[in-house]
């Protein structure tokens, strides 16, 4: 018999379909070796080493990072601006005296220093609107990191249950090649005797093979989806790999809740939701902002500054002694000689440090700026940023119409696949008591193969098809679970 593999291929295209755009980053990362514990992995160690290793995770985090350094720049803005300045220099030839302005000709060495600062008291809010507009980006890059984790949560779930579902698989398939097995040794003995049709034998040899070909395609599947999940684990593929098992037997009942309802928890738990939120109001405050530098700003600003130069120098008076003016009075009818007082002074150079302390000068001051026209870049701007608010507007409401077709596509999914199970338990219930009565008659020689073989197939088929439904039915209820925020194991 040919196994018909229907279902099990759309399993994983479903799975594959959610890795796609992981595989080709993570194919190039660097590999993390499994647990000390061996090769055995559980649901949760897979998660943590696919938190681990995943480069477009970490590249979400990097950009979060990015946005809180965004809005610590922005909360910055609110200091005033300090600087210093210190300048050295010489000047040869012809030039002014710093202390007396007259011209020297002569080279003088000379030092500025200046500190000054500015704080901006108001511009229209800008500053206040565009720190809150890098805050609530920065809360959307959070959710963007976590939307990263949940989906990457969902998508190693789904690759390992479609791991556990190949092993059932095959294991079935094994359990169908040996029963085959079993009657070509039966009828190998009877055609020896010549007591049976050697078509019969022939028939059921046929049925081994198709048995064994099925058991080597599903031993294949099997593998190839251990190299998917070693693959999005970014683990080095290991065909020894085995998981701990997950009875599904526990997820197998109906599901609570409706679209409606799944879609109302989903709009305040699931991140994206969040993330496309985050990012409108963000946009709405960057509007705000370049608003605001449309007002006129007002600052204060104050300095403090001081200088040298080598010219500087001050007298030094060595003495002093009376001499005539030129001047006199007339004293009793004569003229009497006016005498001054007349020092003698020596140069002396003003030193470093006193000319430090003395050249000091201060300033406050208060400016307003008033934008008249600035080749309307500011104006482009505010209009640019209305854009920016209308792109995110439509992004969010775009992530509520497909979030709410994917909850509704969701459900009908798993309530067709929930219909499917119930209806295959019951068929393999029925082929099972077929077989088995079909299997006795065979036996005693009552019915022919081909009798046999169809009452075989019809079991084998059910059976393998149960097995897919069951795991498919699991795969969908996570996906609800996911739009809810619930664990997903």
């Known amino acids: 018999m040919k196994i018909s593999f229907f279902y099990l291929v759309r399993i994983s295209a479903i799975v594959t379909g959610l890795l796609t755009y992981s ?7 660097e590999t993390t070796s499994l647990p000390d514990t061996g090769i055995h992995l559980t649901l949760q160690q897979a998660v943590e080493i696919a938190f681990k290793n995943n480069l477009e995770l970490k590249q979400a985090e990097l950009q979060s990072q990015s946005r809180k350094l965004d809005y610590k720049e922005a909360k910055a803005m609110q200091l005033p601006d300090v600087n210093g300045s210190i300048e050295h220099g010489r000047n040869q030839g012809r030039s002014i ?7 020297l000709n002569q080279n003088i060495d000379y030092a500025n220093y200046g500190l000054n600062s500015g704080l901006l ?7 206040r609107h565009f720190i809150k507009q890098q805050q609530l980006a920065s809360k959307a890059g959070e959710m963007d990191v976590q939307q990263n984790r949940d989906n990457l949560t969902l998508q190693v779930i789904l690759a390992y249950f479609a791991v556990l579902s190949a092993e059932d698989l095959t294991v079935q398939i094994d359990n169908q090649a040996t029963v085959s097995r079993k009657q070509v040794e039966r009828l190998t003995i ?17 049925q081994l093979a198709n048995d064994e070909i099925s058991l080597i395609n599903t031993r294949n599947q099997l593998e190839a989806a251990k190299l998917t999940l070693s693959q999005l684990l970014n683990l080095p593929y290991d065909s020894t790999l085995r998981l ?8 197998l009942t109906t599901y609570e809740g409706t679209p409606a309802g799944i879609y109302q ?3 305040k738990e699931l991140a994206m939701v969040k993330a496309a939120e985050l990012r409108k109001q963000s946009a709405e405050k960057g509007v705000k902002a370049w608003k605001g530098q449309l007002w006129p700003s007002l600052s204060l600003n104050a300095g403090l500054y001081t200088n040298y130069s080598s010219a500087a120098s001050t007298q030094q008076l060595l003495s002093s002694s009376d001499v005539p003016s030129g001047d006199y009075v007339l004293l009793n009818g004569g003229k009497e000689p006016v005498y001054t007082t007349q020092g003698s002074y020596a140069q002396q150079k003003i030193a470093y440090v006193d000319q430090f302390k003395n050249n000091y000068s201060t300033n406050v001051n208060f400016g307003i700026r008033i934008p008249i ?10 209009s640019q940023s209305k854009l920016d608010l209308q792109n995110a507007d439509i992004v969010e409401k775009t992530t509520r119409i497909r979030l709410q077709q994917s909850i509704e596509q969701a459900w009908f999914n798993m309530t067709a696949t929930y219909k499917r199970y119930k209806a295959l338990i019951e068929q393999v219930n029925a082929f099972q008591e077929s077989f088995r009565t079909t299997e006795v008659r065979f036996n005693e020689g009552v019915l022919n193969s081909v009798d046999y073989l169809v009452a075989k197939n019809n079991l084998d088929r059910a059976s ?3 097995i897919v439904a069951r795991y498919e039915y699991v795969f969908r209820t996570r996906i609800l679970d996911y739009y809810q925020s619930k664990p997903l194991w």
């Open 373 to 382: 026209l600035n080749g309307f870049t500011t104006r482009l701007q505010v």
């Open 244 to 251: 701990e098992r997950i009875s599904p037997e526990q997820f």
């Open 265 to 267: 928890v989903a709009l």
């Open 464 to 466: 393998t098809n149960l």
């Open 121 to 127: 008291l108001f511009q229209g809010l800008s500053t």
């Open 190 to 206: 009877l055609n020896s005797e010549g007591t049976i049709n050697p078509s019969q034998l022939y028939d059921l040899k046929g």
């Open 23 to 29: 595989n080709a980053v993570n194919a190039q990362a």
């Open 97 to 103: 005296d710093p202390f007396t302005n007259t011209y």
